[in-house]
């Protein structure tokens, strides 16, 4: 195991839902990232938080939303979603923000229905 | 086992071949990049890294090796095993920037 912890594992929603993904790391590492991984596309970098604080968002709706209450737990809150955004979502945390290795959870695969 | 140069989306391999699997990326300010490899229901795993300043650099069986004249960066494993097989992707880094790319992956599977 990479020290990364991801719930759930699978979910299943209906457009109106609303559903949080949880992340969490026992490395102490100080930066952590949600990224999605849809089929046949390269992995996307959506969010970096770097103690606690957001340093980066790529251009996500807002439909998604993530809350870093501390360095060791990541939400993501996702709201109205729609069929396009079912895919994996991968958490991953590193020592040091991005210049160095990261270490990946094991993802929550999420269907929009 | 080798493709040299060229990106493709699947390559085989017998066991005990060498394997190298190619990366183009894009930016020519990116500093940083890494190597993952994915296994089926797992997430990514840190394989290698490599900074601009380098051209080489060896793992455990695994090389990179980095050419910033034509943005190209490889991965090569050494007697490649079943376990071996996997999803492997580059990531290329900005660092100055913040900014991250990952790259398409090559479907990697060894043969017995």
């Known amino acids: 195991e990479t020290g990364v912890t991801q719930t759930p594992r699978h979910l299943v929603m209906g457009m109106t839902n609303k559903k949080s993904l949880k992340c969490e790391q026992h490395?102490?590492?100080?930066?952590m990232y949600w990224y999605k991984q849809s089929a046949k596309k390269p992995l996307e970098l959506m969010f970096v938080y770097s103690l606690e604080e957001r340093v980066e968002n790529n251009s996500v709706p807002s439909r998604f939303s993530p809350e870093c209450p501390n360095s060791s737990h990541l939400f993501l809150h996702l709201h109205t979603l729609q069929p396009e955004d079912s895919a994996l979502y991968l958490c991953a945390s590193s020592q040091y923000l991005l210049y160095n290795e990261q270490f990946f959870g094991p993802g929550t695969r999420l269907t929009v229905l | 086992g080798e493709s040299v140069g060229l990106h493709l989306p699947t390559l085989s391999v017998q066991e005990g071949d060498n394997s190298i699997i190619n990366c183009a990326y894009s930016?020519?300010?990116?500093?940083?990049f890494i190597w993952y490899k994915q296994e089926s229901g797992k997430g990514p795993q840190f394989i290698i890294d490599?900074?601009?300043?380098?051209d080489k650099r060896q793992g455990q069986r695994v090389t990179v090796l980095l050419n910033k004249t034509v943005k190209h960066l490889s991965l090569q494993i050494a007697a490649t095993q079943p376990g071996d097989s996997a999803v492997y992707f580059c990531a290329e880094m900005n660092t100055n920037a913040g900014k991250s790319t990952f790259g398409d992956g090559t479907t990697l599977t060894v043969k017995p």
């Open positions: 490395l102490g590492h100080n930066a």
């Open positions: 490599i900074r601009s300043n380098m």
């Open positions: 930016n020519s300010a990116s500093d940083y």
